[in-house]
């Protein structure tokens, strides 16, 4: 008699302790899917802000690239060593993660774990393709005498490029444990934010390529 009420008190404690479990758990979610004053989450909000002080840093590299893009001094020039059709292509590469990152961006939101899965490792592959171009492209630049202290040119070029790259991998990084959740456990359409975040942060990657490899490749120095 005594065993079968300690059993009973025991059922009782678990059932509260699974209740509590679920009801702190509600009480997360509902708290970091908050919304602010401006009809965005926390979370949006705070990648927004996070990408706007993005903007600041690329723009003072840029601006720094800019002003020291004319200073070769006795090194090569940018039009001797650049291979504007190579460095197309792999931009080319980049610009179509864009779109397969907007597939996975989509899946997730309808709870597609398979597509969002596949077009996010896609995304990935293609981010990787143009971080593997970057460094092949590099290796030529050394070999035919540019390095990173040969001039101001030189020295503003690679930083630029070079944190622009490592924006590049972070981003396929973030890609890729994602991934690795999906691979672990489903993830449902409860969690397309994080995805939708993700996306964000590599649409502004891919934007400011572009702004670079216009003003880098194809305008003159």
Not at 28 to 33: L, N, R, T
Not at 130 to 146: K, L
Not at 151 to 177: A, K, P, R
Request: charged share 10%.
């Amino acid at each position: 008699m005594m065993i079968s009420t300690h059993l009973q008190q025991q059922r009782m404690w678990f059932t509260l302790a699974e209740h509590a479990v679920m009801t702190a758990d509600s009480h997360a979610d509902s708290h970091g899917a908050a919304h602010t004053s401006t009809g965005l989450s926390n979370n949006k909000l705070g990648m927004w802000l996070f990408l706007g002080s993005e903007c600041l840093l690329f723009g003072g590299l840029i601006s720094t690239y800019m002003l020291y893009r004319g200073r070769v001094g006795e090194g090569p020039r940018p039009s001797q060593v650049f291979d504007i059709p190579f460095t197309s292509v792999s931009s080319f590469v980049l610009l179509m993660s864009s779109l397969t990152m907007v597939l996975a961006v989509s899946a997730a939101h309808k709870g597609d774990d398979r597509n969002t899965y596949l077009w996010t490792t896609v995304t990935a592959l293609l981010g990787a393709t143009f971080v593997g171009g970057q460094v092949y492209e590099f290796t030529a630049f050394y070999n035919e005498g540019m390095g990173f202290t040969t001039s101001l040119f030189s020295s503003s070029f690679y930083v630029l490029t070079g944190f622009h790259g490592v924006h590049v991998t972070v981003g396929i990084i973030m890609l890729m444990s994602i991934v690795g959740i999906m691979k672990r456990s489903k993830v449902p359409g409860s969690k397309s934010e994080t995805v939708e975040m993700i996306g964000l942060y590599w649409h502004f990657v891919d934007v400011v390529w572009i702004i670079i490899f216009t003003l880098i490749y194809l305008i003159p120095a």
